[in-house]
């Protein structure tokens, strides 16, 4: 059902950084690497989902699905998982090893950060978190058991995806004067 599949993760930055975040994505064939991409977005921003279907789709045509290490990128950068699914066609995994603390998160995004209200409503209307395969996901365009299928796809020791693994390495290497990586 699923053989290639782009993982996206965002580099470190550091606290009190208010520019734009790289953000990596690596492309995969199961659990064979093809290329990286990469584009930035803003910390705390709002441009996370079009940089995200902008780099999709100048990706490969054989891509099926998108996976995202959490629903934001850079900060709350909330990335609106219906309207990428709907800008690339492509189902859309968000995967997270733990449920998160939304009290927490909601209590950040309403008090102390810009547009936060709005971030809250993307979260909410990307639906529960559920756990499925060892992790936790969020999703749109895919059912529950097409998201268990496209983690076994994918994974090949632990619980995180293989595309999902290579960004998060890939984005701690990037080295630029706000990140906390080191060199690839």
């Known amino acids: 059902m699923f053989a290639h599949a782009i993982g996206f993760d965002d580099a470190p930055f550091v606290h009190g950084w ?3 975040v790289p953000v990596i994505g690596t492309v995969y064939a199961r659990t064979t690497l093809h290329g990286v991409v990469s584009g930035r977005v803003r910390r705390d921003g709002r441009n996370s ?3 995200l279907a902008r780099l999709v789709n100048q990706s490969p ?3 099926q699905l998108i996976l995202l290490q959490g629903i934001a990128l850079a900060g709350f950068n909330v990335v609106d998982l219906h309207a990428l699914h ?3 066609g492509k189902p859309v995994l968000v995967v997270a090893r733990r449920a998160p603390d939304l009290d927490r998160i909601r209590a950040a ?3 102390r ?3 936060g209200a709005r971030k809250w409503a993307l979260i909410g209307a990307a639906g529960p978190m559920e756990p499925c395969a060892g992790v936790f996901v969020q999703r749109a365009g895919l059912t529950l058991a097409q998201a268990q299928v496209a ?3 994918f994974t090949v020791a632990g619980r995180v995806p293989e595309p999902l693994r290579a960004a998060h390495l890939i984005a701690r290497g990037v080295t630029q004067g706000h990140s906390r990586g080191g060199r690839v």
């Open 151 to 153: 983690l076994e796809a």
């Open 109 to 111: 995004l309403l008090n």
């Open 86 to 88: 709907a800008q690339t």
């Open 49 to 51: 989902t079009a940089e």
């Open 18 to 20: 208010r520019g734009d």
């Open 113 to 115: 950060v810009p547009g």
């Open 61 to 63: 045509g054989h891509i």
